[in-house]
């Protein structure tokens, strides 16, 4: 599943991994957030996707099933994902598929949403909660959150131009699902800006960047979002109205700030 990773691929070691059990050596995953719209399972409900190789391993494994002998986690079922060797790593999460490199546990707004509240999270969890947190009170100082508030004043032109967006979109995209990926890129052949990728969700060739780093990405496409979500600001992921998008997503969803 194409993800916003493309564009940090080539800054990361992707080595498989291959055991089952614990690893003889420490390692830490990290846990991020994404949140691509058609491309998220579920609607984006509150779930974890992973990198296939992590799968049936200790850090990863049906509730069911022991760290030391793990079973694989099962899509739309409750997975048991942990951070470190420790078992006070651990928490359990729906399980939606492959996604990210195997250093990064990918956690949709809606995961965050659901458990940052709780007293009691991992440490790497807590973490991120808390730095999402940070992030969200900075950028909330002063500004509305338009996606979450899309009637205030201020926000209405903001709204109305990603809603703009979306419908000049949405028949290259109705068209791309209906004829096939292969097909609608033949159509446009002569306008490539028009051509797509990953089933249809993605620019065909990539417009994002370079980023610091020098790495260039394909950018999400507008009509990709679901309602009343709209693409971010580097076309990596969708802004929706739970407030940790912004405070996970931060300068991809910053378009959708207005002062109060």
């Not at 651990?90 to 949403?113: Q, W």
């Not at 709204?159 to 995209?173: G, S, V």
């Not at 490539?192 to 020098?214: D, F, I, L, M, V």
């Amino acid at each position: 599943m194409w993800r916003a990773w493309c564009k940090l691929l080539a800054g990361f070691a992707t080595a498989m991994i291959g055991f089952a059990g614990v690893a003889a050596h420490a390692q830490v995953i990290e846990p991020t957030i994404y949140s691509d719209g058609a491309s998220c399972p579920a609607n984006c409900d509150s779930h974890v996707v992973l990198h296939s190789s992590r799968n049936g391993t200790a850090y990863a494994s049906a509730p069911s099933s022991s760290r030391a002998n793990p079973s694989r986690c099962v899509t739309g079922q409750p997975c048991r994902v942990c951070f470190s060797e420790s078992d006070a790593s651990c928490i359990v999460a729906t399980y939606r598929g492959s996604g990210p490199p195997p250093n990064k546990f990918d956690f949709t707004p809606a995961f965050y949403e659901e458990n940052c509240a709780k007293p009691s999270l991992p440490e790497a969890l807590r973490r991120k909660c808390d730095s999402f947190q940070r992030t969200l009170d900075r950028r909330l100082r002063g500004n509305v959150y338009c996606v979450a508030s899309p009637q205030h004043g201020a926000c209405r032109p903001i709204i109305a131009r990603a809603e703009a967006a979306k419908a000049q979109d949405r028949p290259l995209w109705d068209a791309c699902r209906r004829d096939g990926e292969a097909a609608f890129n033949r159509a446009h052949r002569n306008e490539p800006n028009k051509q797509r990728s990953e089933a249809c969700a993605y620019e065909r060739r990539g417009t994002g960047g370079p980023n610091s780093a020098g790495v260039t990405w394909r950018r999400l496409k507008p009509a990709v979002c679901q309602s009343g979500s709209y693409v971010g600001r580097d076309g990596l992921d969708c802004c929706d109205s739970n407030l940790m998008s912004l405070g996970g997503l931060d300068l991809e969803c910053t378009p959708f700030l207005a002062p109060r």
